[in-house]
């Protein structure tokens, strides 16, 4: 399925929340596996992502109708999408129910990233991956344009 | 502070969660009032929106070095930077321990947003907000593009 809500949300170990509808077909799987994979898409794929959260596997084989090969994970007991430049595998740690959605908190065990949207050491290079946001409010997707300053450091001007 | 780890967790009703380390010192604040605002910042303040996560207000007054303006929320007894353009405020419904970050979960209670940002039905017009991403890892602050894609409607050549 395709999630609007998900975040790191702590850097040691590293963990990940996504939240989803009980209603959500994933759902049953998340709460019988206990661990998920997430797969980042590039640009290229944005049509098959929109779809995969538009229709339910309860009704179709999304994979099959997007044309997109579902690989089995080597490290935990769910499929990921294989054409996607950034997979990272979890397994639940906590599950928070909020109001509508319910919050899964995954720690990070495996991670997985096409060599060629990587730097010289070993990290991301965020127009490579070449993903895009979302804003749920007017269900726009946006591209991301330019580096537009450095984290600890653009803030430097102030520093005494 | 600056937020890295935040997200929204919940549509009906809405939460977002704020990710921050023991260690900081909006920590025990965030414990003593059981609420916060979250300030959106535009493009134009990203050197601010930095210096917010250098500085530490144990040691010196951020918003008077950086001549932003703390204003008490109507709704909450916590500050907002009255410059930024998107203005949330949320009381603390939980508090979850991961690693070295705990994760707070908090209901919105209100919005304040600037009217020139706002289309005609009262949403968010998101090159008019010019905020900005931060990707971590490589410590880049990026400025969006265009319009890539709409949501629950650039899958429906997918569907049958």
Partial sequence: MTIAWGRICCSAPPHLTISIRKAAHTYAALMYRKCYTVSV??????????????????????????????????IIDTPYV???PMIF????????????????IGE???IKVDEDVLNEKGLPIIDK???????????EYWSLKD????????GRVFMK
């Fill in 41 to 74: 898409p590039s640009l290229k794929y944005l049509r098959e992502t929109d779809y995969f959260g538009m229709a339910s596997d309860k009704d179709v084989d999304k994979f099959s109708v997007s044309r997109l090969t579902a690989t089995r994970s080597e």
């Fill in 82 to 84: 294989d054409e996607f």
């Fill in 89 to 104: 595998d979890f397994e639940v740690k906590s599950i928070v129910e909020i109001g509508g959605h319910v919050q899964f």
């Fill in 108 to 110: 990070i065990k495996g």
């Fill in 129 to 139: 991956v070449n993903s895009f946001i979302y804003a749920p409010t007017t269900r």
């Fill in 147 to 154: 580096i537009v300053g450095k984290g600890f450091s653009s």
